[in-house]
């Protein structure tokens, strides 16, 4: 089965710092990827996907992330944080004819002045 | 284009009650996922509809139960209401199975 861990519970980091969110996943085969992001009482929004090819892929509001099959991860990063990026950040995992998607338990992103 | 809808937006049940959660899916979309997120967790998936079955079912109990109408929306019924089943409740619409759009959820609080 499907797991996801991701390591940090909480994350701190200034206003203008650049941002890591780790993701590892446990599966067989090669995963779907996904990172998604939750404002306060929201939903989740997309932030971006992997399916396949390059692994180093682009999202939305300037995040990219990387598949390293050899380290089982899927990392989150934005070069440049803005404060409007305090949120809770979740990975999650899909696999082929597993149509579910297996979320991490999330990290909170403060980010300070 | 509207993307995933649901209603009601809040609900305050009863321990024993029933519950009736609604959700629109994205324009174009076929297929409907429930997922439940208790506070500080990720969302746990529920069970996922496609041409009106249930196509995959997670580890939920019976109580759950769905429906998934020619329009392609769907509903999601929780029967017997327990402390335990107030969380978040979050539909996900998606044209393939696995890039999945989450609308705003349903917070259920059970009293």
């Known amino acids: 089965a499907q797991s996801v861990t991701q390591p940090d519970i909480h994350i701190t980091v200034s206003e203008g710092a650049s941002l890591e969110l780790r993701c590892n996943y446990s599966y067989g085969a090669t995963p779907y990827l996904f990172w998604y992001v939750q404002s306060p009482g929201q939903g989740l929004q997309l932030l971006l996907k992997?399916?396949?090819?390059?692994?180093l892929v682009q999202g939305i509001k300037g995040f990219e992330a990387e598949f390293k099959r050899s380290q089982s991860s899927f990392n989150l990063r934005k070069p440049s944080v803005h404060w409007s990026d305090a949120a809770e950040y979740f990975c999650?995992?899909?696999?082929?004819?597993?149509?579910?998607?297996?979320f991490g338990a999330g990290t909170t992103v403060t980010v300070r002045a | 284009d509207a993307g995933v809808t649901q209603s009601p937006t809040h609900l305050i049940k009863t321990r024993g009650q029933q519950v009736t959660l609604r959700c629109s899916p994205k324009s174009g979309h076929d297929t409907v996922s429930w997922y439940q997120q208790a506070l500080g967790q990720g969302p746990q998936f529920i069970f996922q509809?496609?041409?009106?079955?249930?196509?995959q079912r997670g580890n939920f109990p019976d109580r759950f139960s769905g429906h998934q109408f020619p329009n392609y929306s769907s509903e999601l019924n929780v029967n017997a209401l327990l402390l335990g089943d107030s969380a978040l409740y979050l539909c996900a619409s998606s044209q393939t199975a696995y890039e999945q759009y989450f609308g705003p959820g349903t917070r259920l609080t059970v009293t």
């Open positions: 992997y399916f396949s090819g390059d692994t």
């Open positions: 999650a995992v899909g696999a082929t004819n597993d149509y579910k998607l297996s």
């Open positions: 509809y496609y041409e009106e079955e249930e196509r």
